[in-house]
């Protein structure tokens, strides 16, 4: 099923004061990717860039640390409500980051840029051939991309008890999509196992990251005992019941940048 976007919005401006405290896979796979974007393209200086999904600010911190090329920094996000935390901590930065609300395959990009990043944000989106393209045609020649988002066994557990999850692509499906528009350079998965005490507190976790946004319906009192039972007979463990996050990434650089090497 696809996500109701105007839900993904409200469920993750209700999390933002929250969402750092618990987003402990968020910012792990952040890391990597600036990490695997670095070992594959060493010699990337980019002028300016786009990131997509910036959320609070926590990534967004890290690629004005990591790349002091940059001249210019658009952080596009769904809910508008973050960008009152873009704006706080841009305050520490020079003055080049700024602030595009809007949903990615909808909103007018103002421009090209010499790097796209995202993390943890484009398994959301409705049509993913139609925004790889979209991307494609905003890099510039030599340019690079560079994403993490998360495959088919991410909340497994949750969709084995509920029938419910989002329809995320395999990383040979991603793979094949990306490399229509773009060379790709780097392809891999992970998987990242989180313990709770006990689902009630999982389900914390799901809210107060905001990932809880498939059904706008909440619990009934039978149904959440139901749950909780299920959950601790076929997912408890010494360290207590688990949650299953499956990051995957990719490095491309623009195709141009492959036809300019083939030339």
């Not at 873009?86 to 080049?96: E, F, G, K, L, V």
């Not at 989002?166 to 790709?184: A, C, D, N, T, V």
């Not at 999982?202 to 107060?208: A, E, K, M, Q």
């Not at 408890?236 to 090497?261: C, D, M, N, V």
């Amino acid at each position: 099923m696809n996500a109701d976007k105007s839900l993904i919005s409200r469920r993750f401006a209700h999390a933002l004061s929250t969402y750092e405290d618990e987003a402990q896979v968020q910012a792990q796979v952040g890391d990597a990717l600036l990490r695997f974007l670095a070992e594959t393209l060493p010699g990337v200086h980019p002028r300016n860039a786009l990131e997509i999904g910036c959320c609070t600010g926590m990534l967004t911190e890290k690629i004005v640390a990591r790349l002091p090329s940059l001249a210019q920094l658009t952080v596009c996000d769904l809910v508008a409500a973050f960008q009152s935390c873009i704006d706080t901590r841009s305050r520490a930065w020079r003055q080049y980051v700024s602030f595009l609300a809007g949903d990615i395959e909808q909103v007018e990009l103002p421009q090209n840029y010499d790097l796209i990043l995202s993390s943890s944000t484009l398994h959301w989106v409705h049509d993913f051939p139609a925004l790889s393209a979209k991307l494609a045609r905003h890099l510039n020649a030599g340019g690079a991309l560079a994403i993490a988002l998360y495959g088919p066994d991410n909340f497994t557990e949750i969709r084995e008890l509920t029938g419910s999850g989002l329809p995320y692509l395999s990383l040979e499906e991603l793979r094949h999509i990306l490399s229509r528009h773009f060379e790709l350079l780097l392809a891999r998965e992970e998987h990242h196992e989180l313990w709770f005490a006990d689902p009630i507190a999982l389900l914390h976790h799901l809210r107060d990251t905001g990932v809880n946004a498939l059904s706008p319906v909440g619990w009934t009192k039978g149904r959440l005992a139901a749950f909780t039972a299920a959950y601790r007979e076929r997912f408890s463990g010494e360290q207590g019941i688990r949650l299953t996050y499956h990051p995957l990434y990719f490095i491309a650089s623009s195709q141009a940048e492959k036809e300019t090497k083939a030339t």
